[in-house]
Structures are given as structure tokens and as C-alpha cells.
Nanobody, 126 residues
Framework: QLQLVESGGGLVQAGGSLRLSCAASGYTLDYYAIGWFRQAPGKERDGVLCISSRGTITNWAGDVKGRFTISRDNAKNTVYLLMNRLKPEDTAVYYC???????????????????WGQGTQVTVSL
């Protein structure tokens, strides 16, 4: 059974950077697309970026374009989310999850994606 664990969150000042990791165990990530999602207090969980098993990237969140990058290292069974030029509005709990393919769009409440991790908190201060 595939299990995902997020790490790398923390408190950072606006303009700073963080790299989140999504480490898999129990099964190889080679054949999975992995999505990164975030949920701010009082809001729905939104899709951020997704990377296919072949490395094709789908950007679901326009406000992270040019600032966030998703990558994968199948040898380490890990997917990363590099977040640069962070803003206070990026504050949220960030999650990763697996699916067969990256959908073109992610709708909040979608039944797609499974093996959700427990999340990692990212807080961006002014």
C-alpha cells in the first residue's frame, strides 16, 4: 500500500523559500502522478501543481506560476515542491497525493487522488 509523508514546512518570511518533500513508502512512485495541494484555514483544499509519472507538469494554481516548481526523484521515491518568493497568502497546510494521471484541472472536493499524506504546515510572515 502506497503511503506518502510530507515534510519541509515551517515558518518563513515573505520573499523566502522552502522545499517540501513528499516521500513514498510501501510502493514505488514510478507509475504514479503526484499532486501537491494546499488548504488555508477556513478554505477548501486547492490543487497547486502535479507531475506525471513521466515528469510532465500541470499547473493548477495560476498564482504560483514562476514561483513554485515541482520535481521528482524516482530513485529516492520522492517528489518535491520548491517554493520561492513566498507570500503570506501561501500560508496553508500542504499535502501530496497520488493518482494515475494529472487531470487538466483539479476541482475542490474531487474524488481523484488518494494516499493522502498528513500534511505539512507552511506559514509565511510579513
Amino acid at each position: 500500500q502506497l503511503q506518502l509523508v510530507e515534510s519541509g514546512g515551517g515558518l518563513v518570511q515573505a520573499g523566502g523559500s522552502l522545499r517540501l518533500s513528499c516521500a513514498a513508502s510501501g510502493y514505488t512512485l514510478d507509475y504514479y502522478a503526484i499532486g501537491w495541494f494546499r488548504q488555508a484555514p477556513g478554505k477548501e483544499r486547492d490543487g497547486v501543481l502535479c507531475i506525471s509519472s513521466r515528469g510532465t507538469i500541470t499547473n493548477w494554481a495560476g498564482d504560483v506560476k514562476g514561483r513554485f516548481t515541482i520535481s521528482r526523484d524516482n530513485a529516492k521515491n520522492t517528489v518535491y515542491l520548491l517554493m520561492n518568493r513566498l507570500k503570506p497568502e501561501d500560508t496553508a497546510v500542504y499535502y501530496c497525493a497520488a493518482e494515475v494521471v494529472c487531470p487538466e484541472r483539479y476541482e475542490a472536493g474531487s474524488a481523484l487522488f488518494g494516499s493522502w499524506g498528513q500534511g505539512t504546515q507552511v506559514t509565511v510572515s510579513l
